[in-house]
């Protein structure tokens, strides 16, 4: 809100806590009267994060509120903007109107970055948006009131998503990442659901459902690779008549293309690239990316759903394995401490 008066309204205190309490972070001008912010609406509303001015250097803007009402200091002097004359047109303009999109820009990154923004408390956002920072950079501020003295930057970069290069190429079984950062391999064979928007919603009533079918090709048990993958929901239906579905065997005739689906601004892209592996089994690698900005709880494997079931190697998995490794070892002529290969076969079929 790069707005501002004199005038100290409640209703404007009743919407914008209305606005944070439902995950939204506001934003607004700390006022360009070089006197006490919390003299000022909506500046003075404890809710909301009031951005005031500094200049190159360092130094506070002359014309720029302070006080204790102010919770960060971003560039407001000699900004490159948009000018009035024509849609092209450019000017340079000063104000804390200036400074509070800068904040307003890091806010959005944040929650690009951190799916679950929306869901946490506003504070819990503002340690977020906080968690690279300056204290103590603006010079020039009066001591009375005391201003805070804390400069916000960019917050530290965190992927919710593998987004590959272009022209990447698929070289193995799926090695998943989910929108907190947990890497995990799968281990389970069966139909896994990727992704549910929003999450716990029912089949026929998702925004975007990607399912996917795993099977194991070779004789390790993480040797786990995708055979069929099926992109449903209204998001993807919009864009295709009954959504995408790819099999591993029908190999695609043109290289592989972000799809993206979803409405502007909120649109999730998705990548489903063919890859086969050295003893020429087909299989399919799925990438998504920009969970971050879909606003809603996003649930599957790749979402927040828990992943320990299909992620952990059953106990007969680890002596199917150990057993592969002795053999091996033996026919390579080496002494093998532990079980013989008589025992440890009793064993997997226990």
Same mark, same amino acid.
């Given at each position: 809100m790069s707005l501002g008066g004199p005038n100290i309204l409640t209703s404007e205190l009743i919407s914008i806590d209305s606005l944070v309490n439902d995950g939204i972070t506001v934003v607004v001008a700390a006022g360009n009267d070089n006197t006490d912010a919390c003299t000022f609406a909506p500046a003075w509303i404890p809710s909301a994060i009031t951005v005031a001015s500094y200049q190159t250097g360092g130094s506070k803007s002359g014309f720029s509120n302070y006080g204790t009402c102010v919770d960060v200091w971003a560039p407001g002097s000699g900004i490159m903007s948009l000018g009035v004359q024509d849609d092209s047109s450019l000017a340079l303009n000063s104000g804390t109107s200036m400074a509070c999109p800068h904040v307003s820009g890091l806010a959005a990154i944040m929650y690009q970055h951190h799916a679950m923004a929306g869901t946490m408390t506003a504070s819990q956002r503002w340690d977020l948006l906080t968690g690279s920072q300056r204290t103590g950079y603006v010079t020039g501020i009066p001591t009375t009131p005391v201003s805070v003295n804390l400069v916000?930057?960019?917050?530290?970069?965190?992927?919710?998503?593998?987004?590959?290069?272009?022209?990447?190429?698929?070289?193995?079984?799926?090695?998943?990442?989910?929108?907190?950062?947990?890497?995990?391999?799968?281990?389970?064979?069966?139909?896994?659901?990727?992704?549910?928007?929003?999450?716990?919603?029912?089949?026929?009533?998702?925004?975007?459902?990607?399912?996917?079918?795993?099977?194991?090709?070779?004789?390790?048990?993480?040797?786990?690779?995708?055979?069929?993958?099926?992109?449903?929901?209204?998001?993807?239906?919009?864009?295709?008549? /009954? !959504?995408?579905? *790819?099999?591993?065997?029908?190999?695609?005739?043109?290289?592989?293309?972000?799809? &993206? @689906? #979803?409405?502007?601004?909120?649109?999730?892209?998705?990548?489903?690239?063919?890859?086969?592996?050295? /003893? !020429?089994?087909? *299989?399919?690698?799925?990438?998504?990316?920009?969970?971050?900005?879909?606003?809603? &709880? @996003? #649930?599957?494997?790749?979402?927040?759903?828990?992943?320990?079931?299909?992620?952990?190697?059953?106990?007969?998995?680890?002596?199917?394995?150990?057993?592969?490794?002795?053999?091996?070892?033996?026919?390579?002529? &080496?002494?093998?401490?532990g079980p013989s290969v008589t025992s440890v076969a009793a064993a997997s079929f226990d």
């Open positions: 916000a930057l960019a917050p530290t970069s965190a992927p919710a998503t593998p987004a590959p290069t272009d022209g990447v190429a698929a070289v193995g079984d799926p090695h998943l990442q989910n929108v907190n950062g947990e890497r995990f391999d799968l281990m389970k064979p069966g139909t896994h659901v990727m992704l549910n928007i929003p999450r716990g919603m029912s089949p026929e009533n998702t925004l975007l459902r990607v399912q996917a079918d795993a099977v194991r090709l070779g004789e390790h048990c993480a040797d786990m690779y995708f055979r069929q993958l099926n992109i449903t929901g209204s998001w993807a239906e919009a864009k295709q008549v /009954g !959504g995408y579905q *790819y099999v591993a065997s029908q190999q695609a005739a043109k290289p592989s293309e972000w799809i &993206a @689906v #979803g409405p502007m601004f909120r649109e999730v892209k998705l990548k489903v690239v063919h890859g086969i592996t050295e /003893g !020429g089994f087909t *299989y399919l690698n799925l990438y998504v990316k920009n969970l971050g900005r879909v606003g809603l &709880a @996003v #649930g599957g494997l790749l979402g927040e759903d828990d992943h320990t079931d299909v992620s952990t190697p059953s106990e007969h998995c680890g002596r199917e394995f150990t057993l592969e490794v002795l053999e091996d070892e033996r026919a390579k002529g &080496a002494h093998v401490h």
